[in-house]
């Protein structure tokens, strides 16, 4: 497999995907509801589209999967997971904390991500066991050593309304534990901003593989550790995250275990 192929045509997919989020930023026309407050415009679609079509032109037989459109059938071995619009409710509402997520997975795992904001023209890469960059420059995680000197960023899941309790739970124990708590929008940029040391620790719960996929990566070659809540290996199938600098890990497992689980 032709590594710098693969990440020449994700890059070309990224930022025409963009190109497409620009021309309706600030512009749409409608926004649909999959959900009470899981919003889907003509920019998620559109994005989508031009990203797998640009993939398509040269690997006709690689599988995808896609947040809008779902699973396309292809070899299973060589897989791309991509989120058009990762944070569609910032971008409907004009708020530039917005990303294109696309990994690249090989026989299950994960060798290539970016996240690309439009806006800010923040671009994070990471290749597995070369690195993270942003913009093309090396990145890595915070040195904060306890949560007491840390600063947090979550996110809410669509579905909050059935997991109220145990979600402020969570977060209450956090922000009270923490130098403070913040929520983006945008799990893929939350994973990169922990990346490059914005952030010292995250966790969510109800993910996607394109939520994390990409994310994933860029923060774990930038030095982070993953689990699920429980302190196992996370992996991308997974619904629930913590990441962190490592330093600080086993402090959050700690304050984010409850009786109830979701």
């Known amino acids: 497999m032709n590594l710098g192929l693969i990440k020449r045509v994700g890059i070309a997919a990224a930022f025409k995907g963009s190109g497409v989020l620009l021309a309706h930023y600030g512009k749409l026309s409608k926004v649909f ?28 037989d ?30 409907a509402h004009q708020l530039g904390l917005f990303s ?21 023209r923040e671009f994070f890469t990471a290749e597995k066991g070369e690195g993270a960059l942003l913009n093309g420059r090396p990145i890595s995680v915070s040195q904060s050593k306890t949560v007491s000197d840390s600063f947090l960023v979550t996110g809410f899941p669509y579905n909050l309304r059935d997991h109220l309790d145990p979600l402020i739970i969570r977060f209450s124990k956090c922000l009270k534990a923490s130098q403070g708590v913040r929520r983006l929008g945008s799990a893929a940029i939350d994973l990169c901003f922990l990346a490059c040391g914005r952030f010292d620790g995250f966790w969510e719960q109800n993910l996607k593989p394109w939520d994390t996929a990409a994310g994933e990566l860029i923060a774990r070659e930038a030095g982070a550790t993953i689990t699920d ?14 990441a962190s600098n490592g330093k600080i890990h086993e402090e959050m497992i700690s304050l984010l275990k409850i009786e109830d689980t979701i």
Do not use: Y
């Not at 009470?36 to 040269?58: F, N, Q, W």
């Not at 999967?65 to 779902?70: D, F, I, K, N, V």
């Open 229 to 242: 809540f429980s302190n196992t290996p996370f992996t991308i199938d997974k619904t629930e995250i913590l």
């Open 62 to 91: 690689h599988s995808i999967l896609a947040e809008e459109s779902g699973l396309s059938k292809g070899n299973a071995d060589f897989q791309w997971i991509i989120d058009p619009l990762d944070g569609t409710t910032n971008f």
């Open 100 to 120: 294109i997520s696309i990994a690249f997975a090989l026989k299950g795992e994960t060798v290539f991500g970016l996240v690309f904001n439009p806006i800010t």
């Open 33 to 60: 509801k999959k959900g009470i407050i899981d919003l889907v415009t003509e920019a998620d679609t559109g994005s989508e589209s031009i990203i797998i079509e640009t993939i398509r032109k040269v690997f006709s």
